[in-house]
């Protein structure tokens, strides 16, 4: 019924425009006089669905540009239309450009009349300059709010003002955050308050027409809310749910909670709190609870679709809450406590692979900034105990946190990343040794810093010192070794049994 009242209103005002005014209206299919009055009052659906196209045909043959922001919709149509308006500067009040308005069913368009080009050589032209409108802003109505301005203005000097300006017939339409001002061109107070009449009741038709389907798509749906419609868009569905029939009624499916049945809603509502927990970043009750509907997921054998639901939820919340879990990981990845329990969530939640690359990564950025951060300045052994000295703490407390938070399976990782940036320091060290002559003092008091600092990989179990300044000797020459050393024979029997 409330379908129905609503079409009804509808109906009512589409034909109460053909009949306002003297004039015709341009964008309104006008009725010939001479025709039955049966035949112009027809109220049947198809045809007034056809009154309505024409309404926008003509509409995007008079606006131009109106057609890009008012595309055929079923039930869409012209509610009134207004000239002579003109926009004002919000600051100043003073007239910026004539505009027309078209008020639809569901959004508002306003059109700026400009003047048409002309061919000024053409001496067959007299008269006034032609013009035409173009669409110039068009808004959803559920996000337009319009209000009189002459409605508060106060007594006294300014809105003497105001009404000179013909303010008092003036109305603001704001959109989100971007105010409009427009006054009626002749100051006729009658159109002002016709327009706004109209646009309150097409505002309020409007949300009656909303409210009323979106009760009837829950309705509807209300038998189907087991199988999780809160979807997000990169939630990915089974194959089983896609092929399921639901010509019928939906079954009732039970499952066994601690003894006890529960439906799926029972599902649902332990979702609900799983996203509260996400939100709250109560991420160890998170967590908790994504192991435990996993571990209940696991025990429904005999019921594939319970399973497939839970798992297709759960998946879901779990891959947000490890999106948010590596966030923080990077935020704090220089401290083992906060390291540590990130790392541990990422795993239990099966995203061990995701907390690797992510902390490695993080290392990977503070390494670049803080080589990035020693400039040279003269002083060359100065310099190389700088590099030197980030290089190899950064690579030992890398390795010492990475070896206390992660499963000792996955340190070829660990260890692959320090050769990586072995070979970027040694690459370093040879562009700066390269203008210095092999076996005098300065030399050697840069190799030594060099061996000095790589030391310290010795207090986390590391030993990279036949890699250190590989490729320089004292005689100044390139040393070939057609064999790999100690510690590259090490990273790749890792890298073999981490494939493995």
């Known amino acids: 019924m409330r379908t129905l009242r609503t079409l009804m209103s509808e109906l009512t005002t589409a034909l109460g425009q053909t009949s306002i005014g003297n004039a015709p209206n341009p964008m309104s299919p006008t009725v010939d006089e001479r025709l039955p009055k049966r035949n112009a009052n027809r109220s049947s659906v198809a045809n007034l669905e056809s009154m309505w ?45 004539p ?17 048409k080009r002309v061919d ?7 008269g006034p300059i032609p013009t035409k409108l173009v669409a110039e802003g068009c808004w959803p109505l559920q996000d337009v709010d319009m209000i009189d301005l002459g409605a508060n203005l106060g007594p006294g000097v300014s809105r003497e003002e105001a009404e000179d300006r013909g303010i008092t017939n003036a109305v603001n339409v704001r959109v989100g955050s971007k105010p409009f001002t427009y006054r009626h061109d002749k100051r006729d107070s009658s159109a002002k ?42 939630a990915v569905k089974p194959d089983s749910l896609d092929t399921m029939d639901f010509s019928g009624d939906p079954p009732e499916v039970r499952i066994d909670v601690d003894g006890k049945q529960q439906n799926l809603r029972w599902v649902e509502g332990q979702v609900d709190e799983l996203d509260i927990d996400i939100a709250l970043q109560r991420f160890d009750e998170a967590v908790a609870n994504i192991e435990r509907l996993r571990k209940l997921a696991r025990g429904l054998k005999g019921n594939s679709v319970a399973q497939d639901v839970i798992n297709v939820k759960v998946d879901e919340r779990a891959a947000k809450l490890a999106g948010v879990l590596s966030r923080s990981l990077v935020d704090t990845h220089s401290f083992m406590n906060a390291t540590k329990t990130n790392v541990g969530w990422l795993t239990r939640l099966g995203f061990e692979d995701q907390a690797r690359e992510a902390y490695l990564k993080a290392r990977t950025d503070v390494v670049s900034k803080r080589i990035r951060s020693c400039v040279f300045e003269g002083d060359l052994p100065l310099y190389i105990f700088q590099i030197s000295f980030v290089y190899f703490t950064l690579i030992k407390n890398t390795i010492s946190i990475y070896q206390q938070c992660f499963p000792s399976v996955m340190t070829s990782a660990c260890i692959k990343w320090a050769k990586f940036h072995l070979d970027g320091f040694n690459a370093l060290l040879t562009r700066q040794l390269s203008s210095v002559q092999r076996g005098t003092t300065v030399w050697q008091k840069c190799i030594d810093i060099v061996h000095d600092q790589a030391s310290l990989l010795s207090e986390v179990g590391v030993d990279f010192t036949d890699l250190v300044a590989k490729g320089l000797d004292t005689n100044g020459d390139e040393t070939e070794r057609p064999q790999m050393t100690r510690s590259e024979s090490l990273i790749a029997g890792l890298a073999e049994a981490s494939r493995a």
């Open 99 to 115: 505009v027309h308005i078209v008020l639809l069913n569901d959004h508002l368009l306003v059109a700026a009349k400009k003047r």
């Open 193 to 234: 308050s016709e327009l706004l009449a109209t646009f309150r009741k097409t505002v309020e038709d409007l949300r009656r027409t909303l409210r009323s389907e979106t009760e009837a798509a829950s309705k509807s749906n209300e038998s189907y809310n087991y199988l999780g419609a809160r979807q997000s868009i990169y």
């Open 53 to 97: 196209n024409v309404q926008l045909q003509t509409l995007w043959k008079t606006v131009e540009g109106s057609q890009k922001f008012l595309p055929v919709v079923p039930g869409r149509h012209i509610v009134m239309e207004t000239g002579h308006w003109v926009e004002l500067d919000s600051a100043t009040w003073k007239p910026r450009r």
């Open 120 to 126: 000024q050589s053409n001496p067959n032209h007299r």
